[in-house]
């Protein structure tokens, strides 16, 4: 390690808290309400949630998939690219995708999305470019803003990455709380590990 490593850091540190110090002033609960909405509705008419990306997004679908499935918004993984290939054919008119990407502009995800509203989906687009033609052609829109990765190259998503996560957890919550998620049933889905052990409180 030398002192070139160790500016890098620093750099990255600096830009990623910025970044989220920024993105935080433009996040308030209207921002969510559209969003939620549209899932409360879709759940109302038994239909499904679905998350996508390609790339580094598409790794933060499995998670937000997972989270939401486990705080009361049952949710599905499906493949960016491999939607055009026939997976397409698990998203039902009335269900809703949430499709990321920092940029907007992503090739691969814009013919997914356009499959997925012939299909009859309605999408949430999470991007960091308001302006981009994820956002314009989403029926909600999240913020997920990083004007910078937090690297020298500044390609590699990094901090475009937390801004990602950090808006759909808000998202989740959001949910969860309307729902009124209690201890007991996140303990009924989450068994395993650590968190299934913890006692219910009294």
Not at 33 to 41: D, H, T
Not at 142 to 161: C, K, Q, W
Not at 183 to 195: D, T, V
Request: glycine share 10%; charged share 20%; with cysteine.
């Amino acid at each position: 390690m030398n002192e070139n490593t160790n500016v890098e850091l620093e750099s990255f540190l600096n830009i990623s808290v910025n970044n989220f110090e920024e993105m935080r002033k433009n996040i308030k609960l209207e921002t969510f309400e559209a969003s939620v909405k549209l899932i409360l509705q879709a759940e109302e008419m038994n239909c499904r949630i679905h998350v996508t990306g390609i790339g580094k997004p598409g790794h933060v679908s499995g998670y937000v998939a997972s989270l939401l499935s486990s705080t009361g918004t049952p949710a599905y993984i499906l493949h960016g690219t491999e939607a055009v290939h026939g997976s397409a054919g698990q998203v039902l008119p009335g269900d809703v995708v949430i499709a990321i990407s920092n940029s907007g502009e992503t090739e691969e995800l814009k013919a997914t999305v356009l499959t997925l509203k012939r299909n009859g989906a309605k999408i949430i687009s999470v991007t960091s470019k308001p302006d981009s033609w994820l956002a314009r052609e989403g029926d909600a829109f999240l913020y997920a803003g990083a004007a910078e990765e937090g690297d020298s190259l500044n390609m590699a998503p990094r901090s475009s990455i937390i801004a990602e996560i950090f808006v759909l957890q808000g998202l989740s919550l959001l949910l969860q709380n309307i729902k009124g998620l209690s201890h007991e049933q996140y303990i009924k889905w989450h068994p395993g590990g650590s968190l299934g052990k913890r006692k219910v409180a009294n």
